[in-house]
């Protein structure tokens, strides 16, 4: 594998990473062997991912996958029934050859904010720096703009209805809480946070669905 440098793929106007063109424009001048993992690694989270998703047959979603090595690297490790989207096309048929020999996984394209799946269908619901992309605005970050926050409320409503009722929401993100906690605020459940990392730190969101939205 390949891994992009975030030198070599950093746009020149941040809010790009909002952008479906931006990432089919990215995957296109991308080789199928070029990896991407926004934050850690599953080495890195396997301590974390294996506390919150004990069961590994459990039915777990990947919002945004990208060509990150995550659900490959989960799937090696004993976790089957993962099923990827992104919603660039180019992406996720490279994903699809490149895990040829995975073939319990599942690579779909969609938007994470109109999931096509029936209400409660998963057990767990990761989003590894999805979220952040989305969050990419020119705006003051302490008071986002209506469009940002729509479009991050649409995210999470979505994992909401998709979740089973005790099914797990991570979130691995670089958002310090007092940014992230206000959008990811539900009645359904109750939001814990495990600070990752030393001079720079991440956070290791886990929500899980105690009550039914439907």
């Not at 990896?35 to 890195?44: I, L, N, P, S, V």
């Not at 989960?74 to 089957?80: E, H, N, S």
């Not at 926050?149 to 998709?162: H, L, N, Y």
Request: charged residues 30%.
């Amino acid at each position: 594998m390949v891994a992009s440098t975030s030198l070599d793929v950093v746009p020149d106007d941040p809010t790009a990473y909002k952008t479906k063109e931006y990432w089919e424009e990215r995957y296109q001048n991308e080789t199928s062997e070029t990896t991407f993992d926004w934050f850690k690694t599953y080495d890195e989270l396997k301590p974390l991912l294996r506390e919150f998703i004990p069961n590994q047959d459990a039915s777990i979603l990947m919002l945004g996958c990208g060509n990150s090595t995550l659900g490959e690297d989960m799937y090696k490790d004993g976790y089957k029934n993962i099923t990827n989207i992104d919603y660039s096309k180019t992406v996720i048929d490279i994903m699809k050859a490149r895990c040829e020999d995975m073939p319990e996984m599942k690579w779909l394209e969609m938007d994470i904010r109109d999931l096509k799946f029936p209400n409660e269908s998963f057990d767990v619901v990761i989003d590894k720096g999805t979220m952040d992309a989305l969050m990419c605005d020119r705006g003051d970050v302490w008071d986002p703009s209506e469009e940002l926050i729509a479009e991050v409320k649409a995210e999470v409503d979505e994992v909401v209805r998709v979740t089973k009722l005790g099914g797990m929401f991570l979130y691995i993100t670089f958002g310090q809480p007092h940014f992230r906690r206000r959008h990811l605020q539900r009645d359904c459940w109750e939001i814990n946070i495990k600070t990752l990392g030393e001079a720079f730190h991440y956070f290791f969101y886990t929500m899980k669905k105690e009550k039914s939205t439907h």
